[in-house]
Structure formats: C-alpha cells, structure tokens
T-cell receptor
Framework: AQKVTQAQTEISVVEKEDVTLDCVYE???????LFWYKQPPSGELVFLIR??????QNEISGRYSWNFQKSTSSFNFTITASQVVDSAVYFC???????????FGAGTRLFVKA | ETGVTQTPRHLVMGMTNKKSLKCEQH?????MYWYKQSAKKPLELMFV???????ENNSVPSRFSPECPNSSHLFLHLHTLQPEDSALYLC??????????????FGPGTRLTVT
C-alpha cells in the first residue's frame, strides 16, 4: 500500500531562517510520482513541484529546493531565507504512474514570524 | 475566469437538506477530482472522473453523489448529511493520465457545515 508520512506537524521559524520539511513515502511501484503542494490560509492548494521516480536530480527554484533520495524513500523540501508569506500548510503527495489516485501526507504547518 | 472555480464558497445545511456543490475548470483538463479535507484527517480523495467517466470512488457514502456532465464541470450532490460531513470540499483538475501522473490544480474549496 502507498503511504506518505510528514512527521513534522508544525514548524515555527523566524524570518530569514532556512527550514526543511520532511517527507517519507512508501510504495511498491517502481514508477511513481511525488509532489509538493502549498496551502495558504486562503485554502487553495497550490502545486509546487512534480518529480518522477526515475529523476533523482535535486531541483532548485528560487528560494525553494527539493532533495529526492530513493535510497531513503524521502523527498524533502527546503525553503531558504524564509519569509512571512511562506507561512502555510505544505503537503507531500505520492501518485502511481498512469493513475489518478494521489495519496497526501498529513501536512506540515509552517509559521514564519517576522 | 481562469483556473478552477468552486461555488458556493460557504454552505450551511441541515441534515435533511439537499444541496449541490459546483466546480468548473478553465484549464482544458480532462480529469476532475473531489477531495474532503477535515480538521484532523489528511486530504481524502472521494471521486475521480476522467473524460466524464468515473474512475475512482473511494468508498464514499451514498449520501454524496457526484455528477460530471462534461470535462469542464463537476458537481457533488449532497443529501441527508451528518454533522461529521462538515469539512472543506476541494475540487481539482489535471491532464488525463496517458501513463503518467500529472499535478492537480485546485479550486478554493467549499466550506460545508452540517447542522
């Protein structure tokens, strides 16, 4: 069975600190997809990144970076120099190839204080 | 309108009422989803439609009845709900599968309160 674990329920940092959100997944599939979404207080989930299981290259997008390690079944998300606008709930998700069933983690609520 | 829209944004209904939630996507996608988000549970997939055909029903009680008349519109018909059905209902859309899995684009949700 597929499973996504986000062990950190809440994280609180001060602006400009770096913060890493952890995501550990379980799947028996050899081909799968991983995602990160952001849910600000407005409620609408916003897509951040998609990564397939064959692409282990880390990715950087501005202050955001992602570290995908198949050996540890982890797909961690780092925000560098955090800002108050980064305050949100962040979800890691896992999907099988060719399917529509996406399993979401419980989410990590990030508070960034000014 | 752009993206995914949902109406109404807030809904309060009694347990004997019948109401419907509406979702519309303007992204040219062919897959649409309903999710339930409760305070203390992870995001739960309810239904998936691909090219208007239902492909997933995640053991949802029959008091929730989805309808997908075309690839751009998705409805969730509600009747005789229970207080525990109070939650944020999110609609999403994505490209169809074609052997891959694509990111989903979400609407702002309908906050449902059952009294």
């Amino acid at each position: 069975a597929q499973k996504v674990t986000q062990a950190q329920t809440e994280i609180s940092v001060v602006e400009k600190e770096d913060v890493t959100l952890d995501c550990v997944y379980e799947t028996r599939d050899t081909t799968y997809y991983l995602f990160w979404y952001k849910q600000p207080p407005s409620g609408e989930l916003v897509f951040l990144i998609r990564r397939n299981s064959f692409d282990e290259q880390n990715e950087i997008s501005g202050r955001y970076s992602w570290n995908f390690q198949k050996s540890t079944s982890s797909f961690n998300f780092t925000i560098t120099a955090s800002q108050v606008v980064d305050s949100a709930v962040y979800f890691c998700a896992l999907s099988e190839a060719g399917g529509f069933k996406t399993i979401f983690g419980a989410g990590t609520r990030l508070f960034v204080k000014a | 309108e752009t993206g995914v829209t949902q109406t109404p944004r807030h809904l309060v209904m009694g347990m004997t009422n019948k109401k419907s939630l509406k979702c519309e996507q303007h992204l040219g996608h062919n897959a649409m989803y309903w999710y339930k988000q409760s305070a203390k549970k992870p995001l739960e997939l309810m239904f998936v439609y691909n090219f208007k055909e239902q492909t997933e029903n995640n053991s949802v009680p029959s008091r929730f009845s989805p309808e997908c008349p075309n690839s751009s519109h998705l409805f969730l018909h509600l009747h005789t709900l229970q207080p525990e059905d109070s939650a944020l209902y999110l609609c999403a859309s994505s490209q169809d599968s074609s052997g891959r899995s694509y990111e989903q684009y979400f609407g702002p949700g309908t906050r449902l309160t059952v009294t």
